[in-house]
C-alpha cells in the first residue's frame, strides 16, 4: 500500500482531485474533516481545548462552540495554540486508519490537509502532491462557493503558508489554472502514475 500527501492554498482545487480519486478507488483522509471530528468525540482533545481556551469553547450539551474557539484561535492570534491540541489526534487517527486500510489490502490511501507541509515534509509519506493555482482565481472560486466576501477569504488564505515555496517538497505538482475538466483529466492522469509505481 502507498501513502500519499496532498495539499495545496485554499480554493486550489485539491478536493476535486481528491474525489476523482476517490471514484478511482483510493481511500482519502480528510485531515479538516477529521479534526472536526476528533474536537467533539476525542475525550483528551476536549479537555485540551476547554483547558487553553475556557470552558466555553463547549455548549452544555457537548457540541463545539464554533464562535467561541474562532474568536480566541484565529481573532486573537492563537491559532499555533489550536493546532498543537489538534494535529496530533489527527495524525494518530491517520495511522490507526492507514493501518486498518492496509489489512483490508488498499492500494492507495491518501492524507489531504491544508497544512501538511508545515513543518517540512512528513514521515512516512510515499508521495507528496501540491495543488497550485493562481491566487487571484483560488479566491474567487472560494467566495463563490462559500458565499462570503472576498476579504473574509483573504483573512482565511493568510492563515495558510505560500505553497509556491513549499514545490521542493512535493513529488508531484497540479497546476489548477484551467477548467474543471482539464483539472479531472490531470487528477486521472496522477492517479495512474502513483499507482504504476506502487506495481512497480
Request: charged fraction near 30%; charge should be neutral; hydrophobic fraction near 40%.
Amino acid at each position: 500500500m502507498i501513502v500519499a500527501g496532498i495539499t495545496g492554498g485554499i480554493g486550489s482545487g485539491k478536493s476535486t482531485v481528491c474525489r476523482e480519486w476517490e471514484k478511482l478507488g483510493a481511500d482519502i483522509f480528510y485531515a479538516d474533516n477529521e479534526a472536526k471530528q476528533l474536537m467533539v468525540s476525542d475525550e483528551f482533545v476536549k479537555n485540551e481545548l476547554r483547558r487553553v481556551f475556557g470552558d466555553e469553547t463547549y455548549h452544555k450539551d457537548g457540541s463545539l462552540n464554533k464562535p467561541h474557539l474562532i474568536s480566541e484561535a484565529f481573532e486573537k492570534g492563537r491559532v499555533k495554540e489550536l493546532n498543537r491540541i489538534v494535529h496530533p489526534a489527527v495524525a494518530r487517527h491517520f495511522q490507526a486508519v492507514c493501518k486498518k486500510a492496509e489489512s483490508e489490502g488498499a492500494n492507495l490511501i491518501v492524507k489531504e490537509a491544508a497544512l501538511l507541509l508545515n513543518n517540512g515534509r512528513p514521515e512516512g509519506m510515499d508521495v507528496v502532491v501540491i495543488v497550485i493555482s493562481d491566487k487571484k482565481k483560488r479566491l474567487q472560486r472560494v467566495a463563490e462557493r462559500d458565499n462570503i466576501s472576498p476579504q473574509k477569504v483573504r483573512e482565511r488564505d493568510a492563515n495558510q503558508p505560500d505553497f509556491k515555496n513549499l514545490l521542493h517538497l512535493a513529488d508531484i505538482v497540479i497546476e489548477n489554472n484551467g477548467t474543471l475538466t482539464e483539472l479531472k483529466n490531470r487528477s486521472i492522469e496522477v492517479y495512474h502514475q502513483i499507482i504504476k509505481n506502487v506495481e512497480s
